[in-house]
């Protein structure tokens, strides 16, 4: 609850409580004074509840936040100076290490911006491909959100119930690429590997669990007492600031702008599938909260279309200069052996010009912004995050709120670090 | 993304702030020249691009005028893109701010400074934000080196120190 309106119903809890040490009573105790200093306080950079090596400058008048400025670069690992040394092929492991729980997305934005500027067309089933764990990784990130979230407000079962289902994810992660997180699965042209038997059975059965234990997330938190008092209410912020200052993604869907770049322009065969977009109503944290929660039904139902409709074909492009041949290839074709060496020393050379490739991470707006120069090295890749846009929004959202508002926005902020820094 | 015809009448309609258009695998670009970047956006905003998308920046070198800054603007209605390009030297990096009309260009503007230096004029608090406040250089540069910082390793440690001074 904000400090400036008042309760619309109060619990009897609430009463209670209210009837036992009213306000007024420790104003009138010391001695009808009230404190007009201003306090700055250092929230972070070492902070369990800040998300993240994120430091914010709190200006207080008692618990009441009046001033916020987010300090950043404490992650920041010139990502994007890196990426301008190393061949296409080989920036892909570093960008994905960017949004360190979306790497999926990060690997999809540079390699859809790279097949753009190279103008290589990507095959059906690695587009289908790409959506099942695109979809995947969303659910995986919105699980951490929700664990993480919820635990800065005291819950910490759900955390674990929530880490027991990401379990499960990067088990399906591991059995299509050999690895759990930052996987190199995404490749210019396409997916490194086509998916290993089994994983489709096991994908179902995990498909068939997720929704229900997403009812049972719901059914803790979506009319849980403390949730409701700590959420409800807290720190709304309207459609029109956030557009104004460059929010997108499930924080402008609370606020009840249906922006989402899989509907808007569809990328990687998403308008092939029928899903939802959920959108809030208010734009206060529990419309946050709601909002990531209901996402991850829709992507349940995402998967299981792409699943279901996943075409036979190449999971690559075939175009040899761009991509590896497969390796069987090389005991018996000279010019197989010809493009590996070439693509694995030098890499392929991409066409001068620049191009912006966006889409929706589970933060927002994720942009990959490459500029070529004729050679095999990217002479400018820039990842739009939007975790870094967003964090902008923090200081107008929680301004006139309590410190604990401040602490329950941060968590419905869902920053990554990773990413505001790169 | 406006197509070709389209990019060219936006052109025209800026008149001779517009420098350039580039129409690339379906992205319009216009390059427009540094003094009139406010006033350019603007007239976007009114003809529908109200959401900045990303304002980020770009290393030309060798080629002169060599700092380049990118606004990507989105029409959300007609789910349209375009960015709009200017260019400075490296001997006068200076462009106008455009936060006060777009207040997400605020940090975005902060690290366009820090990599590469261009000078916002009128950003209300133009400092690094990524990099240390005491850094000296602008890392994104294309003649910044690669691990351009020396590691130092306690056991040389003082022999550093003295070498400072």
Redesign the interface.
């Given at each position: 609850m904000t400090p400036t309106e008042s309760p619309p119903t109060l619990s009897e809890y609430r009463q209670r409580e209210q009837s036992i040490a009213p306000v007024e009573n420790l104003i009138e105790r010391s001695g009808g004074e009230t404190s007009e200093e201003l306090l700055t306080l250092n929230f972070g950079p070492h902070h369990p509840a800040t998300h993240g090596v994120l430091r914010l400058l709190v200006t207080l008048q008692g618990e009441v936040v009046r001033d916020l400025k987010p300090i950043i670069g404490y992650v920041h690992t010139g990502i994007e100076k890196t990426a301008e040394d190393k061949a296409y092929w080989k920036v892909i492991p570093i960008v994905e290490r960017m949004d360190y729980l979306s790497y999926y997305f990060n690997a999809m934005a540079y390699c859809g911006a790279v097949e753009t500027l190279a103008e290589v067309q990507v095959p059906k089933r690695a587009q289908y491909l790409r959506v099942i764990h695109l979809e995947l990784n969303r659910i995986a990130s919105h699980l951490i959100w929700l664990g993480t979230s919820v635990l800065d407000l005291g819950a910490t079962s759900i955390f674990l119930y929530c880490l027991r289902e990401r379990e499960l994810i990067l088990d399906l992660f591991e059995m299509s690429s050999g690895a759990r997180m930052h996987t190199r699965y995404f490749q210019v042209g396409g997916v490194i590997e086509d998916i290993p038997t089994g994983f489709a059975a096991k994908l179902r059965e995990f498909l068939k669990i997720m929704p229900k234990r997403a009812d049972e997330y719901g059914a803790i938190l979506n009319a849980n007492e403390i949730v409701l008092q700590r959420l409800r209410g807290t720190c709304p912020l309207d459609a029109q600031t956030l557009l104004s200052l460059g929010v997108t993604g499930p924080l402008l869907r609370a606020a009840g702008n249906p922006w989402d770049l899989r509907k808007a322009t569809p990328y990687s065969s998403y308008d092939d599938f029928a899903f939802k977009i959920p959108v809030g109503t208010v734009g206060d944290n529990y419309d946050r909260y709601a909002v990531r929660l209901a996402e991850i039904y829709e992507s349940v139902k995402i998967i299981e279309q792409a699943l279901d409709g996943l075409p036979e074909g190449p999971y690559i492009t075939e175009d040899r200069k761009v991509a590896l041949p497969p390796r069987h290839e090389l005991a018996t074709s000279m010019e197989a052996l010809i493009h590996h060496f070439k693509l694995v020393t030098e890499g392929f050379r991409v066409p001068p010009g620049e191009v912006y490739n966006p889409i929706e991470s589970p933060r927002g707006e994720l942009a990959c912004y490459v500029r070529s120069d004729g050679s095999s090295k990217p002479a400018r890749v820039h990842m739009r995050d939007p975790s870094f846009v967003n964090l902008q929004a923090l200081s107008h959202m929680t301004r006139g709120s309590y410190i604990a508002d401040l602490i329950a926005t941060t968590a419905m902020l869902d920053p990554i670090l990773g990413g505001i820094d790169r | 993304m406006p197509d070709a015809t389209g990019l060219e009448l936006l052109a025209r309609e800026l008149g001779d702030a517009a420098i350039e258009t580039v129409y690339?695998?379906e992205?319009a670009?216009i390059v427009v020249d540094p003094a009139r970047i406010r006033a350019v956006l603007q007239t976007l905003r009114g003809k529908g691009y109200?959401?900045?998308?990303?304002l980020?920046?770009?290393?030309h070198y060798p080629e002169e005028p060599r700092l380049g800054v990118?606004y990507?603007l989105l029409d959300?209605s007609a789910?349209d893109?375009i960015?709009v390009k200017v260019r400075v030297p490296l001997e006068a990096p200076r462009v106008e701010s455009v936060t006060a009309d777009?207040?997400?260009a605020?940090?975005?503007e902060r690290?366009v400074y820090d990599?590469f230096g261009v000078v916002f004029e009128g950003h209300p608090d133009l400092r690094?934000?990524?990099?240390?406040e005491d850094y000296e250089g602008h890392?994104?540069r294309?003649d910044?080196p690669?691990g351009g910082e020396p590691v130092i390793f306690t056991r040389d440690e003082a022999k550093w120190l003295e070498a400072r001074e």
């Amino acid at each position: 609850m904000t400090p400036t309106e008042s309760p619309p119903t109060l619990s009897e809890y609430r009463q209670r409580e209210q009837s036992i040490a009213p306000v007024e009573n420790l104003i009138e105790r010391s001695g009808g004074e009230t404190s007009e200093e201003l306090l700055t306080l250092n929230f972070g950079p070492h902070h369990p509840a800040t998300h993240g090596v994120l430091r914010l400058l709190v200006t207080l008048q008692g618990e009441v936040v009046r001033d916020l400025k987010p300090i950043i670069g404490y992650v920041h690992t010139g990502i994007e100076k890196t990426a301008e040394d190393k061949a296409y092929w080989k920036v892909i492991p570093i960008v994905e290490r960017m949004d360190y729980l979306s790497y999926y997305f990060n690997a999809m934005a540079y390699c859809g911006a790279v097949e753009t500027l190279a103008e290589v067309q990507v095959p059906k089933r690695a587009q289908y491909l790409r959506v099942i764990h695109l979809e995947l990784n969303r659910i995986a990130s919105h699980l951490i959100w929700l664990g993480t979230s919820v635990l800065d407000l005291g819950a910490t079962s759900i955390f674990l119930y929530c880490l027991r289902e990401r379990e499960l994810i990067l088990d399906l992660f591991e059995m299509s690429s050999g690895a759990r997180m930052h996987t190199r699965y995404f490749q210019v042209g396409g997916v490194i590997e086509d998916i290993p038997t089994g994983f489709a059975a096991k994908l179902r059965e995990f498909l068939k669990i997720m929704p229900k234990r997403a009812d049972e997330y719901g059914a803790i938190l979506n009319a849980n007492e403390i949730v409701l008092q700590r959420l409800r209410g807290t720190c709304p912020l309207d459609a029109q600031t956030l557009l104004s200052l460059g929010v997108t993604g499930p924080l402008l869907r609370a606020a009840g702008n249906p922006w989402d770049l899989r509907k808007a322009t569809p990328y990687s065969s998403y308008d092939d599938f029928a899903f939802k977009i959920p959108v809030g109503t208010v734009g206060d944290n529990y419309d946050r909260y709601a909002v990531r929660l209901a996402e991850i039904y829709e992507s349940v139902k995402i998967i299981e279309q792409a699943l279901d409709g996943l075409p036979e074909g190449p999971y690559i492009t075939e175009d040899r200069k761009v991509a590896l041949p497969p390796r069987h290839e090389l005991a018996t074709s000279m010019e197989a052996l010809i493009h590996h060496f070439k693509l694995v020393t030098e890499g392929f050379r991409v066409p001068p010009g620049e191009v912006y490739n966006p889409i929706e991470s589970p933060r927002g707006e994720l942009a990959c912004y490459v500029r070529s120069d004729g050679s095999s090295k990217p002479a400018r890749v820039h990842m739009r995050d939007p975790s870094f846009v967003n964090l902008q929004a923090l200081s107008h959202m929680t301004r006139g709120s309590y410190i604990a508002d401040l602490i329950a926005t941060t968590a419905m902020l869902d920053p990554i670090l990773g990413g505001i820094d790169r | 993304m406006p197509d070709a015809t389209g990019l060219e009448l936006l052109a025209r309609e800026l008149g001779d702030a517009a420098i350039e258009t580039v129409y690339f695998r379906e992205r319009a670009t216009i390059v427009v020249d540094p003094a009139r970047i406010r006033a350019v956006l603007q007239t976007l905003r009114g003809k529908g691009y109200a959401f900045m998308a990303s304002l980020h920046g770009v290393d030309h070198y060798p080629e002169e005028p060599r700092l380049g800054v990118i606004y990507e603007l989105l029409d959300m209605s007609a789910v349209d893109r375009i960015a709009v390009k200017v260019r400075v030297p490296l001997e006068a990096p200076r462009v106008e701010s455009v936060t006060a009309d777009w207040p997400t260009a605020d940090h975005q503007e902060r690290e366009v400074y820090d990599m590469f230096g261009v000078v916002f004029e009128g950003h209300p608090d133009l400092r690094r934000i990524l990099m240390p406040e005491d850094y000296e250089g602008h890392p994104q540069r294309r003649d910044f080196p690669i691990g351009g910082e020396p590691v130092i390793f306690t056991r040389d440690e003082a022999k550093w120190l003295e070498a400072r001074e």
